[in-house]
């Protein structure tokens, strides 16, 4: 391989470095004691909430500076989501919806997705699990 040949790989390359990168972050199992509920004794006595997000960041730099600082720190915003988290909310709609506000508002997101799950929900019958999604991007 003669050098102009060589310029030319490294062309291609530089190429490939530049090329867009949509960037989706993924949190799972965010596990919160809450006090949720409809009725006041479930609000009173409290009860184990799982969370999952999604993030959808768009373009990030940290694809290429490999720096935190040019991306939505995960950490972060799990504390952001238990803060929300520790109000009391009648709903698991009411608690996605304002942990989507709250992301949607600190994080400089295209959109976020929020689940919330209970465990152990207090129903007569037996269920793995009761839960709720809410989707939102900024207004």
Not at 29 to 42: F, K, M, N
């Amino acid at each position: 391989m003669d050098l102009e040949d060589h310029d030319h790989d490294d062309d291609e390359l530089d190429e490939d470095e530049g090329a867009e990168s949509i960037v989706t972050i993924e949190i799972s199992g965010l596990s919160l004691y809450t006090h949720l509920g409809v009725s006041e004794e479930e609000r009173k006595v409290g009860q184990r909430t799982v969370i999952d997000l999604r993030l959808d960041v768009g373009e990030s730099d940290a694809t290429l500076t490999d720096r935190l600082e040019d991306t939505v720190d995960y950490a972060e915003v799990c504390q952001t989501v238990a803060l929300v988290a520790q109000q009391t909310f009648h709903t698991l709609e009411r608690l996605c919806s304002a942990v989507a506000d709250r992301l949607l508002a600190e994080y400089a997101l295209d959109s976020v997705w929020v689940k919330a799950a209970k465990p152990e929900p207090p129903i007569a019958l037996s269920v793995d699990e009761v839960a709720v999604e809410v989707w939102r991007e900024p207004a």
